[in-house]
């Protein structure tokens, strides 16, 4: 509690302390984001050998965690030193490049811990030095991470999605964002809603409009924010995934058969919700004049 004081009477420190905090997780978000799904990959193939019953002797490979083996430049194999890993500012003191090879460091990485940094700057400022800033960090990391997966592999890890809709729910004895009932009965409908808009969809078209990660997102958001929520969020991550989708398919030519994930959108419409759902639902009962 000595902390939380000092911290309310010097905004300016605890603004500079979660945008750093946010930097740094940031990094690590890197690397979850690659390391991951290439584990999650090795997961399967080993549990199809075990099945399969296929000699494991012929097929044994280095361990491979979010730890191990030390991040490595690409390029060259240069083991990348603490000093170069010092989020955005290490870019640019090397100028984008590998300190061995000299070979283009790819932008996504400064680019995610500015993103990671300046949400939980967000988050801080939008909350205040309270419980629900202490909450909604680890949401908004998870969400980033999740985001960029789903990018990557049209994949939203159990691993993540499950823990973090876990924690919404314990949250939620506390009333931080929803009071437990409401959460309860959130999680539960964001799942099945978007379960029976695919089934739904899959008995018309006999295609399959998203992934059970989708489905498992949306219960997320509804464990942290209550049902009430879940019109908004997917109201929100509709239009936002219809205009970046068009946009795609219109200006960059995206082939329209090439699937278009929907967690990042739903995760940044959940991510605005948490911060201003309120004022939004304020703003359109304003609007319809209701």
């Known amino acids: 509690m000595i902390l939380f004081h000092y911290l309310q009477s010097n905004p300016l420190i605890f603004l500079t302390f979660c945008t750093l905090i946010g930097l740094s997780v940031g990094s690590f978000i890197n690397v979850v984001a690659y390391r991951l799904p290439v584990m999650?990959?090795?997961?399967?193939?080993?549990?199809?050998?075990?099945?399969?019953d296929v000699d494991r002797a012929e097929t044994t490979e280095e361990p491979f965690t979010l730890?191990?083996?030390?991040?490595?430049?690409?390029?060259?194999?240069h083991a990348i030193r603490w000093r170069e890993n010092i989020p955005v500012l290490s870019f640019l003191l090397l100028r984008g490049r590998c300190s061995a090879c000299g070979q283009t460091i790819s932008l996504r990485y400064p680019i995610v811990e500015t993103v990671s940094g300046a949400l939980s700057l967000a988050v801080a400022w939008h909350f205040g030095v309270s419980w629900e800033t202490v909450a909604a960090l680890p949401l908004t990391w998870a969400l980033i991470a999740l985001s960029l997966i789903d990018f990557d592999h049209q994949i939203l890890p159990d691993s993540i999605v499950l823990p973090t809709l876990w924690l919404g729910l314990i949250v939620s004895l506390f009333g931080l964002f929803a009071d437990t009932h409401t959460a309860i009965i959130g999680a539960v409908v964001g799942y099945l809603s978007l379960w029976s808009i695919f089934q739904l969809f899959k008995l018309i078209t006999g295609k399959e409009g998203m992934g059970y990660g989708d489905f498992k997102l949306l219960a997320l958001f509804g464990a942290w924010l209550g049902w009430h929520s879940l019109f908004q969020i997917v109201l929100l991550s509709s239009l936002v995934g219809a205009i970046v989708g068009l946009s795609l398919i219109l200006f960059r030519g995206r082939d329209r058969s090439i699937p278009i994930p929907?967690?990042?959108?739903?995760?940044?419409?959940?991510?605005?919700?948490?911060?201003?759902?309120?004022?939004?639902?304020?703003?359109?009962?304003?609007?319809?004049?209701i």
């Open 262 to 289: 929907f967690g990042p959108y739903l995760a940044t419409a959940g991510w605005i919700s948490l911060l201003w759902g309120e004022q939004i639902n304020r703003l359109y009962i304003t609007w319809a004049g």
């Open 67 to 77: 730890s191990r083996p030390r991040s490595r430049c690409p390029h060259c194999g």
């Open 40 to 52: 999650l990959e090795r997961d399967w193939k080993s549990q199809c050998r075990e099945l399969l």
